[in-house]
């Protein structure tokens, strides 16, 4: 499929989702990432949910992260680019014109320190490709990541069996977490 229609499908299904399907399926997705073998890392970067979007509720995820002592990092969409900042007690946050929760001010990180990339996604493939909203932020910033960084998408949804019109610059998914199944594209 293509991922415009994708896009369109995807989305329609998160509308169909109550506010009660997206807090219990963001807890069993979290769940679900337990499960993964990404928790001996120690910097990690998680996305924070465009509510209006329907987007899976972080913020079980990132009690795990700061209950297991993880340096959790958040972004800041900066012109076409994302910045990214250390989260700390001291983090104030102010919605951006999409409605994404982003740090005020803080501490800068690079993206090569970053071990675990968490990203929000529509779709994915079973090969790892995946469909966001079309932006090209996260590919532009896994890009500048490690070449080892993991990239875990979080779907509320299955994998689609493919998608057809992927592009040299798109980076593939090292696993994708839905609330029933995790999946992994690195042959594990």
Known sequence: MLKKDLRLKYSAFRKQLSLEQIAAKSLDISNKALELPIWSKKYYHIFLPITSKQEIDTINLLSILQGKDKYVIVPKVQQDTLEHYLLTDSTKFKNNSWGVPEPVDGIQIDP?????????????????????????????????CRPDVLKVGLSF????????????????????????????????
């Open 157 to 188: 949804f299955d994998a689609e069996e493919l998608i057809t019109d992927v592009f040299p610059g798109d980076i593939p998914l090292d696993y994708c977490v839905t609330p029933q199944k995790n999946y992994s594209f690195d042959g594990s």
């Open 112 to 144: 090569n320190m970053i071990d675990v990339v968490f990203i929000p996604l529509l779709a994915f493939d079973t090969i790892g490709h995946r469909v966001g909203y079309g932006k090209g932020y996260y590919d532009t910033f896994l890009a500048s």
